[in-house]
């Protein structure tokens, strides 16, 4: 797979976050200009993100994108979403519930000159950066995703129009790639299904064989 070079992502990724990332809440939609006429951001032709998956397994359904090499199972609510973020390797959403959840990769020398905490608070701060008003970042008890270490915050804000909203970021560090897994929803929801986004975030694997 051609994957993103460095930092691309983390300048892409809160604009179209805000852009596209919560099309099933009204509030963000409309402090996201999507229904004034906008138009979207363009795709980065380089971002070679393969083709996701859904299927049905035993543990749940299984999203997969065996180009990029990775999969997380998701709840029997959720779904296959291709509308968040033109360079995820994977999109899903459960948009009764309104809550979102993308994975992206990157793999790049120049994240190697710094470390998990590092990259973890570079990312952070290009998310924040975005919002209308940081109202808080704080980091919870992750430091493992599977076998990778990780680095997990909550980050809170206001977006433009000021409607709240709730990002669950994880870095997780494998060998050379970096994945930053992303969930989003408002407080109210956050407070009911912080747990779901952070079962489906521990389900984050890489694909072992030929897809890696």
């Known amino acids: 797979m051609t994957m993103k070079s460095a930092w691309k992502l983390g300048v892409l990724l809160p604009l179209v976050l805000l852009a596209l990332g919560a099309s099933g809440c009204d509030r963000l939609l409309r402090a996201s200009g999507i229904r004034s006429g906008e138009p979207p951001v363009a795709e980065d032709p380089n971002a070679g993100v393969g083709q996701q998956t859904l299927s ?48 992206v990769a990157e793999e790049d ?15 952070r701060n290009l998310l924040a950066n975005s919002l209308r008003s ?33 990002y669950l970021h994880t870095t997780v560090v494998s060998g050379p790639r970096y994945y930053q897994i992303v969930g989003w929803t408002t407080p109210e929801q956050y407070g009911f299904y912080k747990s779901e986004l952070q079962g489906i975030t521990e389900t984050f694997r890489e694909i072992t064989g030929d897809a890696q």
């Open 109 to 123: 020398e120049t994240l190697a000159r710094f470390g998990l905490p590092e990259n973890s608070q570079r990312y």
């Open 56 to 103: 049905n397994t035993e543990a749940g359904q299984l999203l997969e994108n065996p180009e990029a090499g990775i999969q997380i199972t998701l709840p029997a609510t959720w779904q296959e979403d291709d509308r968040l973020h033109p360079s995820a390797e994977l999109q899903a959403s459960d948009p009764t519930n309104q809550l979102y959840l993308i994975v």
């Open 134 to 166: 940081l109202d808080s970042q704080s980091a919870t008890d992750v430091v493992f995703v599977g076998q990778d270490f990780a680095s997990q915050y909550e980050v809170r804000g206001q977006l433009d129009d000021g409607s709240p909203v709730v």
